[in-house]
Every structure is written in structure tokens, then in C-alpha cells.
């Protein structure tokens, strides 16, 4: 019994890798062809995962998020909350750059803008 169950599923472990190479397109596939070493579908999805991860500069978010404006139609939270998706692309991006971007992006009076950027943390902020 126990073969059995051990069969089905080092047979189910290769129908997954099996699958996810049929459903490759263009580089992916191209690149899945060169792999010889692969014989897990966890090693297989984590050398896409490594070789086609998007790769982001601090100066593309720092741009991304000097565009990025509050819409009339979205509320402060929501606004926070789009930029901190933007800072989920690159990590080292530190709270007080941050904190001066989602402070531009908000159309409001000097004086009121001047109260938040004495914030000098996330969790302050």
C-alpha cells in the first residue's frame, strides 16, 4: 500500500512538471529547453522565478513614485497604500524618501504638507 501511495505521487510531482512546461511561451520555454538539472517542480519554478523576476532600480521606483499623484477619486489611505505597492518592487528605498514622495504627490496648502514631513518613520507617518 504505502509503494502504491509513494508511486502516485512521484507521478503526480512529474505531471506538474510536465504541465508547466507545456504551458511555457516564447523565452520561458527557450529557456525551461536549456535546463538539464531540474527534477523537482520547486526547482523548476524557482529557476524561472530567478531567471524572469522583474528587476527594478531604486531610480525606477524613485521615478514611478514622483509620478504618482493622489486622484481625486481615491481617499489619503488608498493613495498610501498604492505607494507602498510601488515600494514592494524595491526594498532599500529608505522611510524619510519614502515620506517626501507620498507627501508631493498630495495636492494640499504648504502649511498642512509642512506638519508631515516632521514625520520621520513609517510607522510614525
Request: glycine share 2%; proline share 3%; net charge positive.
Amino acid at each position: 500500500m504505502c509503494g502504491k501511495i509513494l508511486r502516485l505521487s512521484h507521478t503526480y510531482r512529474n505531471k506538474k512538471i510536465i504541465c508547466l512546461k507545456r504551458l511555457l511561451q516564447g523565452p520561458a520555454k527557450t529557456f525551461v529547453q536549456t535546463l538539464h538539472d531540474i527534477l523537482t517542480y520547486t526547482s523548476l519554478l524557482n529557476a524561472l522565478i530567478e531567471e524572469f523576476a522583474d528587476l527594478f532600480s531604486s531610480y525606477d521606483v524613485h521615478k514611478e513614485m514622483q509620478k504618482r499623484r493622489l486622484r481625486p477619486t481615491e481617499s489619503s489611505f488608498e493613495y498610501f497604500l498604492a505607494m507602498r505597492e510601488l515600494l514592494q518592487k524595491h526594498t532599500v528605498i529608505d522611510d524619510q524618501s519614502t515620506i517626501t514622495h507620498y507627501i508631493s504627490g498630495i495636492p494640499n496648502s504648504k502649511h498642512n504638507k509642512s506638519i508631515l514631513y516632521a514625520c520621520k518613520s513609517i510607522p510614525e507617518f
